[in-house]
């Protein structure tokens, strides 16, 4: 079996972020459009569970424990696929901790590559409710259209019609990770 799943970039137009709640998460209300790069998620020949990196990006991240395997746990478990999921292969050209929701991608073309090769019977509703479990943005990626986000990123709603918008991304190499970026905002 060989499939891959795009994992775009996502771009927040706008991020407003509020003060957490008492369940620790912060309000938000985003404009999330994803671009036309991002990293690729495959099916692999080979025993699973298991993950290879490869791409620019990938010395910055952990096999084991990783946003792709979670996902992919996370579906095998919710479908009571008692066989292990396959092995994956995560091709990362995004940088990591670089507010791209490169994770979060990653994590969401992991749910619908398998859904997919599973003949899974979930909509892409259900994809999304799963997928929130993984991560606040997680549900959008699933989408991978633009969309207004609120609550803590599950809300979704489509974004009004935009026009095309050509964009040039930078990477200044300074990771920024979320939970420090938030703790940010608090300070």
């Known amino acids: 079996m060989s499939a891959s799943a795009f994992a775009p970039a996502k ?3 706008y991020l407003h972020v509020g003060p957490p709640g008492a369940d620790g998460y912060h309000p938000l209300d985003s404009l999330m459009v994803f671009a036309d790069i991002g990293d690729e998620v495959s099916i692999s ?3 699973g569970p298991a993950l290879r990196l490869s791409g620019p990006f990938a010395s910055g991240l952990e096999a084991g424990d990783n ?3 979670l996902a992919a746990r996370q579906l095998a478990q919710k479908l009571g696929r008692a066989e292990p999921p396959p092995a994956l292969v995560l091709d990362k050209r995004l940088p990591v901790a670089a507010g791209l929701g490169g994770g979060s991608a990653d994590a969401a073309a ?3 590559l398998l859904s997919r ?6 909509s892409g509703k259900d994809l999304e409710i799963l997928a929130a479990d993984l991560g606040s943005d997680v549900p959008a990626c699933i989408r991978s259209r633009p969309v207004t986000a609120t609550g803590r990123g599950e809300v979704l709603a489509p974004a009004p019609d935009l026009p095309g918008l050509p964009a040039v991304l930078v990477n200044p190499g300074v990771a920024c990770p979320t939970g420090a970026v938030y703790r ?3 300070a």
Not at 117 to 122: E, H, L
């Open 45 to 47: 020949t080979g025993p």
């Open 11 to 13: 771009v927040n137009l």
């Open 67 to 69: 946003l792709v395997l």
């Open 110 to 112: 992991t749910l619908r």
């Open 184 to 186: 940010a905002f608090d």
């Open 117 to 122: 090769a599973w003949a899974s019977p979930m």
